[in-house]
């Protein structure tokens, strides 16, 4: 079946720009995951969703940052006033349940770029 | 609080030559231990895991992980490396119900 997809792969947008990018997850994954990921680094947490909830959004750096899960299923993370330091891979994984015995399955990632 | 060091950023290796990529962590609580591989232009993907039970963990494509409480280390090690290993590998942790906390990752790059 289909994995979790990530729309789009590139995103280039100027400083002070909004932007959306969207996550697809494995159909029945009822739990979904953002991650942040900068040039030489591992994924950084930024916030899951359980269902149409979100859990913990702890990692979220500012609130300029900001997802939304409405059905549970899709959900898009949104950025206002964008910078030039939020150029990063954003991540999405999905899994079945939350929980550690729950394997995480990734997306390809958006690459974001601000100018 | 939770973390993980990778020790290595790059490890060159022949084809065929064994590998082992270092992982230390920290941790108040009980932990959980990953691998995780990310191809060019792929997505990550779980490699093995520890949860409970054998210290010793087999995953997918050769590779095995020893858990060593004592050391606060999870290695994962192959015996024989192949070109297609040529990818990034990231150790992460994380305790009951929390996210995962990744490393910085490891380059492991496979020659002929």
């Known amino acids: 079946g289909a994995g979790v997809s990530q729309t789009p792969s590139n995103k280039v947008t100027e400083k002070g720009k909004y932007v959306e990018l969207r996550c697809d997850p494995i159909?029945?994954?009822?739990?979904l995951y953002w991650y942040r990921q900068s040039l030489g680094q591992g994924p950084e947490f930024l916030i899951y969703?359980?269902?149409?909830?979100?859990?913990?959004d702890s990692g979220l750096p500012n609130d300029r940052f900001f997802a939304v899960r409405p059905e549970g299923s899709v959900s898009t993370l949104k950025i206002q006033r964008t910078e030039r330091g939020d150029s990063a891979m954003y991540l999405c994984a999905s899994s079945l349940t939350h929980g550690t015995s729950s394997e995480q399955f990734f997306g390809p990632g958006t690459r974001l770029t601000v100018l | 609080a939770q973390s993980v060091t990778q020790l290595d950023s790059q490890v060159p290796v022949f084809e065929e030559a064994p590998v082992e990529l270092r992982c230390n962590y920290s941790s108040s609580v009980s932990v959980y231990l990953f691998w995780y591989v990310q191809y060019p232009n792929q997505g990550l993907q779980l490699l093995l895991k520890?949860?409970?039970?054998?210290?010793l963990v087999k995953g997918i494509n050769g590779f095995e992980a020893e858990f060593n409480k004592s050391q606060t280390s999870f290695h994962l090690r192959k015996p024989s490396v192949h070109i297609s290993d040529t990818a990034e590998y990231f150790c992460a942790v994380s305790g009951a119900g929390t996210a995962l906390i990744f490393g910085k990752g490891t380059t492991l790059s496979v020659s002929s």
């Open positions: 159909s029945g994954h009822t739990a």
């Open positions: 969703f359980q269902g149409t909830g979100a859990a913990d």
């Open positions: 520890y949860l409970s039970g054998s210290t």
